[in-house]
């Protein structure tokens, strides 16, 4: 239902933009809020980025400042621009939609969301 792709070996400082293509219909697409979340080996999954179905956005601690994250409802796509890579970015990212959110809601917690893609490598060296 989801597919993330986008990621790769990028040095320190670089930038990557991620993709997410969605093939839920586009009623459910434009009803969804969507996140990014990463995981590194041995660490929990954490949110990157949200975005409400109203296109508010809400960013984890590390990447407030340096990602952005956008969604393209006609095309059912979610993207997350990644600047000023840091080696402890290095993680897997995965694309997640929430098909019950509340218009404006941004939802952080994993457990909120419905729909997971199979996660793209970022792998950032110093």
């Known amino acids: 239902q989801l597919q993330a792709s986008g990621g790769g070996l990028v040095q320190a400082g670089g930038s990557l933009r991620l993709s997410c293509a969605v093939s839920l219909s586009t009623y459910t697409f434009s009803r969804a809020a969507m996140g990014w979340f990463r995981q590194a080996p041995g660490k929990e999954r954490e949110l990157v980025a949200a975005?409400?179905?109203?296109?508010?956005?809400a960013y984890g601690d590390s990447a407030r400042g340096r990602f952005t994250v956008s969604r393209d409802n006609a095309k059912k796509m979610v993207y997350l621009q990644m600047n000023s890579l840091q080696f402890d970015d290095t993680a897997v990212y995965f694309c997640?939609?929430?098909?019950?959110?509340?218009?404006?809601?941004?939802?952080?917690?994993?457990?909120?969301?419905?729909?997971w893609g199979q996660g793209t490598l970022v792998t950032v060296s110093s």
């Open positions: 997640a939609a929430d098909v019950n959110a509340i218009y404006s809601n941004t939802p952080q917690d994993p457990a909120d969301y419905d729909y």
């Open positions: 975005i409400s179905r109203g296109n508010s956005a």
